[in-house]
């Protein structure tokens, strides 16, 4: 599927085929017992009280993000347009790792402070769960 596909099925809510990505994401806290320093999480340096990455299905990703962003800055994902969300992933794409402010519900389930200051998520990559080969469609 392309990038157009999926930011179709993210604006109209398609959650057949968003079940079938997985979004990466790299969660930094800023805060906390511990001092900030240099964190290595796969390929990425950062610096952070802790840092850890996560993968989470498409549904979750959609229904757990409050806003995404774009070179403009932050825009809700209650509003974003189909070439706002194709922009978002494009930037995944690039390993430009954009931004996401997630809702109240994912951050206490993974202890992510509330305030928005003391933490960060980045979206690392955007994977298919599909295996097709060539020529073969989707079912």
């Known amino acids: 599927m ?5 930011a179709s099925a ?7 085929v968003l079940r079938k990505y997985r979004f990466k994401l790299l969660i930094r806290l800023l805060t906390g017992p511990r001092e900030l320093t240099l964190q290595r999480v796969e390929d990425f ?6 840092a850890w990455t996560l993968e989470v299905d498409g549904v979750e990703f959609l229904e757990n993000t409050t806003a995404i962003e774009i070179a403009a800055g932050f825009i809700s994902t209650e ?6 969300w194709l922009e978002f992933l494009e930037r995944v794409k690039e ?6 402010f997630v809702g109240m519900a994912f951050r206490s389930r993974f202890s992510i402070p509330h305030n928005a200051a003391e933490y960060d998520v980045y979206v690392l990559e955007v994977t298919s769960e599909e295996v097709k080969g060539e020529g073969e469609s989707p079912q």
């Open 2 to 6: 392309s990038l157009e596909e999926l």
């Open 10 to 16: 993210l604006v109209k809510r398609r959650y057949d």
């Open 45 to 50: 340096e950062i610096i952070a009280t802790k």
């Open 79 to 84: 509003s974003a347009r189909e070439d706002e």
């Open 95 to 100: 390993k430009r790792r954009p931004r996401i």
